[in-house]
């Protein structure tokens, strides 16, 4: 079955640097689109950036140009580099795929970002 394994996060200062994995499995990788969406307290879970099979990306306002998301196919797997993080990174950070008309989510990964 498919799964969704994030990894990565943890208490990083302001202005540091974190990169978050996301491991896949159970379906052909390369040919569905991945995400990277957070949910930080009292708020709604929000789309933080996106990958195409053909490596298109996007991302929310508040991340452009801090936050970059690659994918490796070979080892099913995408990556969310997040530089220069401010405290309202703060939240947890889910992986998602939506394959075969179904949704998938990871367990989702604790991003602090705090002094």
């Known amino acids: 079955q498919v799964q969704l394994v994030e990894s990565g996060g943890g208490l990083v200062q302001p202005g540091g640097s974190l990169t978050l994995s996301c491991a896949a499995s159970g379906f052909i990788f390369a040919i569905d689109a991945m995400y990277w969406y957070r949910q930080a307290p009292q708020k709604e879970r929000e789309l933080v950036a996106a990958i195409t099979m053909t490596e298109d990306t996007d991302y929310a306002d508040s991340v452009k140009g801090r936050f970059t998301i690659s994918r490796d196919n070979a080892k099913s797997t995408v990556y969310l580099k997040m530089n220069n993080l401010k405290h309202e990174d703060t939240a947890v950070y889910y992986c998602?795929?939506?394959?075969?008309?179904?949704?998938?989510w990871g367990q989702g990964t604790q991003v602090t970002v705090s002094e």
């Open positions: 998602y795929v939506h394959h075969y008309d179904r949704d998938y």
